[in-house]
């Protein structure tokens, strides 16, 4: 069993629906959480980073964190076609800084 | 530009013969990551330095793998007798270690094609 497990999709939604994208993991030692966007052919770019459990907003994005059930999500309120693209998640600890990645879930949002 | 910079960002080679990959961090970033991804999967671990240090190297990268980070700036990767399998994107990352804060900033990777 991989420590971080993310439903590779592809997951297709209408325009302007709210998208939920999730991993689970298995390692309670996990502290830093990320989500990574990856257009095709490009690297990876940081959206969004939290630590520990909770909730954090940046404009239509949202992180959630749930330690207690080992469970991450990224939601995506107004979704534009823009927004189609490759989501990793990514997390650490704080012994070791090394990422350890889900495979990505590939997002396609239909105009 | 002040992201990270990668090249080149093709090569195709014939198997068997040696390519060599730069990377150019942010500036003052004391991190600096390879690593590699192949289609549907995220990204692999190979090494990484602190400063001009090489602090951690995965145990799936072979001897024929070989990375440098000579003045704490750029770094290179290099792949000595490509083989097939070596085909893949090769990301860099640089980072900026503040206390147990590190956020990695990626460039857009070298795509090597092994024939």
Same mark, same amino acid.
């Given at each position: 069993?991989? !420590?971080? !497990? ?35 052919? $490009? ?12 909730? $954090? ?10 330690? &207690?059930? $080992? ?20 997390? &650490? ?19 | ?6 090249? %080149? =960002? *093709? ?17 003052? *970033?004391? =991190? ?10 995220? %990204? ?8 001009? #240090?090489?602090?951690?190297?995965? =145990? ?6 070989? #990375?440098?980070? %000579? ?16 085909? #893949? ?8 270690? =503040? ?8 460039? %857009? ?7």
């Amino acid at each position: 069993q991989k !420590e971080v !497990e993310q439903d590779p999709g592809p997951l297709s939604v209408p325009e302007g629906a709210i998208v939920s994208l999730n991993c689970t993991y298995s390692n309670s030692a996990f502290q830093y959480f990320m989500w990574y966007r990856q257009y095709s052919r $490009k690297g990876p770019e940081l959206l969004m980073y939290t630590y520990s459990s909770g909730n $954090k907003e940046d404009g239509r994005f949202t992180a959630q964190v749930d330690k &207690s059930s $080992k469970y991450i999500s990224l939601f995506i309120r107004d979704s534009q076609p823009s927004d189609s693209a490759t989501y990793l998640c990514a997390m &650490s600890s704080d012994s070791n800084y090394q990422l350890i990645w889900g495979a990505g879930t590939k997002l396609i949002i239909k105009p | 530009d002040t992201g990270v910079s990668q090249d %080149p =960002r *093709h090569k195709i080679t014939k198997r068997g013969q040696n390519v060599t990959f730069r990377c150019d961090p942010i500036s003052e *970033h004391n =991190r600096l990551y390879w690593y590699r991804q192949t289609l549907g999967q995220g %990204p692999e671990f190979l090494t990484y330095f602190q400063n001009e #240090a090489q602090l951690e190297k995965s =145990r799936l990268l072979s001897d024929r793998f070989s #990375a440098e980070r %000579p003045k704490g700036s750029f770094s290179t990767l290099e792949i000595q007798r490509t083989e097939q399998g070596d085909s #893949a994107m090769y990301l860099c990352a640089s980072s900026l270690l =503040r206390g147990s804060q590190e956020t990695q900033y990626f460039g %857009p990777g070298t795509r090597l094609l092994v024939l």
